[in-house]
């Protein structure tokens, strides 16, 4: 059972335009969240998190928004940039599952010229 | 500072045969986990070593196994291959196992199981 979801597999969107990635995620335990990105032959990298005790992180063109009732959070890309396009993965940790992320299955996202 | 180290960069092997991986950490960093990725599937998380001692383990058989050396390399194996091992396996460093240490990945082993 996949404690983080991300239902969305692609996303395409046109440059300049707003990026936005979802990711659910079904345990209440968890209380940090973090979004990797993927570009191919190469391994994740880190690109923003988020406590729990927080509901909005704001990182230049990128902010990640928290959700705790909804147990939500997004990823928003502002403006997009061809240069984002990789896969983007969400990734949780709290007491429950210390010592590891879990992470969702990713999406990818093509930000068209 | 140099990055996480993985080698090799591909692998092909058939079934049933055996295979041994190899990290090397960020200088400094004394935990390395492990997580294979396959399409569809995101990461799945294998194991976490931290001063040599495997502090948490997921959900993958009794056929994939690790350890971690004394100067923090890790080595992960997985013995009797089958089809469905055809991944990419990822390893990443970080300082502590604290729960929201950020991880630092390489850039993965790419192994094919024909």
């Known amino acids: 059972d996949q404690q983080v979801k991300q239902n969305s597999p692609s996303l395409s969107v046109q440059e300049g335009r707003i990026s936005i990635l979802n990711c659910d995620y079904t345990?209440?335990?968890?209380?940090?969240f973090l979004w990797y990105k993927k570009y191919p032959a190469e391994g994740p990298t880190f690109l923003i998190s988020i406590s729990s005790i927080k509901d909005k992180n704001e990182d230049g063109r990128f902010t990640v928004f928290l959700n705790k009732s909804a147990k939500h959070l997004s990823l928003h890309i502002v403006p997009s940039q061809p240069g984002d396009s990789a896969v983007y993965f969400c990734a949780a940790n709290g007491w429950d599952s210390s010592y590891k992320l879990i992470f969702g299955s990713g999406t990818r996202l093509l930000v068209r010229p | 500072k140099a990055g996480v180290t993985q080698t090799p960069r591909y692998l092909i092997k058939t079934r049933g045969q055996q295979v041994t991986l190899s990290c090397s950490p960020i200088?400094?960093?004394?935990?390395v986990s492990w997580y294979q990725q396959t399409p569809g599937q995101g990461l799945q998380f294998l194991f976490e070593y931290f001063s040599e001692t495997q502090r948490n383990k997921g959900n993958f058989p009794g056929r994939f196994s690790g350890r971690q050396f004394s100067n923090s390399r890790s080595e992960m194996n997985v013995s009797t291959l089958e089809l469905g091992d055809s991944a990419l396996y990822l390893c990443?460093?970080?300082?502590?196992?604290?729960?929201?240490?950020?991880?630092?990945f390489g850039s993965g082993t790419q192994l094919s199981v024909l």
């Open positions: 990443a460093s970080s300082t502590t196992p604290v729960p929201n240490e950020k991880l630092f």
């Open positions: 345990n209440s335990m968890f209380d940090y």
């Open positions: 200088s400094g960093h004394r935990s």
